[in-house]
């Protein structure tokens, strides 16, 4: 496990939801996950990454692809922060096969999301998670999404989920602000912020950090947003939230997360490249309009970089 783990943040506080890098012809770039790893830890202060999450296309990467990412970006920086393989689908025994490969590969953690589309009722949560969670050694952060997934992880489905001792954590990019903090006051359960419209928000309340998007290119400001918090300068986390609103606005609020990422990756010069369809490249109007927004909220886009 990383450095900066502990009981009261098992994955790290600041976290980044990994793009996968790929090629111009659209193949995994494992060079390229390696050095972007090693440039978020490194350089931009994260505690942990994500690997193929929906912001890592995990939805078009094969199983094969998951496997190797894990291994690449687990031996570039796994000796000094936290690597978390999203291992969840919206079937129980595909997922268990993503956990167990993925523990194999060298992850640390696993993120496992509420299964999509087919829409189970909170019983077939409850073994889901349980199931996964049973499967390997590792600690679990589940993922509750509602907006991609149909269905949200409902109060007392977490607080009988966190029982289970490799149940450890929640990702939550439902919103519910009031319904964590009671989970909160009834488990063990550490929560992590998975909307960065909302991270001082979760902060507030006595989340231990976030999982973040625009982390990949504003890290350093959001490691130190999480360490004035706790260390009683409100006032100095919330100037660094203002600062970071045009950011936040580019990349969240505009087009797909990953999309957005890979075009600000691009303009920075670091690894993202192309993406696989259904997903697009960013038009040159949206990459226009991210390098201003970049550049308002302090990051450093080189001149004559183009996404």
Do not use: C
Not at 17 to 39: F, H, K, N, Q, S
Not at 93 to 99: D, I, K, M, P, T
Not at 196 to 213: E, H, I, K
């Amino acid at each position: 496990m990383g450095p900066s783990t502990t009981s009261d943040a098992p994955f790290g506080r600041m976290l980044t939801a990994m793009v996968t890098p790929m090629t111009a012809e659209g193949a995994v770039d494992l060079d390229g996950a390696a050095r972007l790893a090693t440039y978020l830890v490194d350089e931009q202060r994260n505690d942990g990454l994500v690997v193929s999450g929906t912001t890592g296309e995990s939805p078009t990467t094969s199983d094969v692809e998951k496997e190797r990412l894990v291994r690449a970006v687990a031996e570039a920086v796994g000796d000094r922060a936290a690597v978390i393989a999203g291992v969840g689908t919206n079937d129980t025994a595909h997922s268990l096969e993503l956990a167990r490969q993925a523990e194999r590969a060298g992850a640390h953690g696993l993120l496992v999301v509420t299964p999509y589309y087919n829409k189970p009722p909170q019983e077939g949560l409850l073994r889901h998670f349980a199931a996964v969670a049973d499967g390997t050694g590792l600690p679990n952060l589940l993922y509750d999404i509602p907006g991609r997934t149909g269905v949200p992880i409902e109060t007392e489905t977490l607080i009988r989920l966190a029982e289970h001792p490799r149940i450890v954590a929640v990702k939550d990019a439902k919103g519910d602000l009031f319904a964590a903090s009671q989970v909160m006051a009834r488990t063990d359960l550490v929560f992590y912020s998975g909307d960065d419209v909302l991270n001082l928000a979760w902060l507030a309340l006595g989340a231990a950090g976030v999982v973040s998007v625009v982390g990949h290119v504003v890290g350093v400001d959001l490691h130190e947003m999480i360490e004035a918090y706790r260390a009683g300068d409100v006032g100095r986390a919330l100037a660094i939230h203002r600062r970071l609103l045009p950011v936040v606005t580019a990349i969240m609020t505009r087009t797909q997360g990953a999309i957005a990422v890979k075009a600000a990756l691009n303009l920075l010069g670091q690894p993202g490249g192309t993406l696989r369809p259904p997903l697009v490249e960013a038009t040159p109007e949206f990459a226009a309009q991210l390098r201003e927004d970049l550049a308002i909220g302090g990051v450093k886009v080189p001149e004559g970089s183009t996404s």
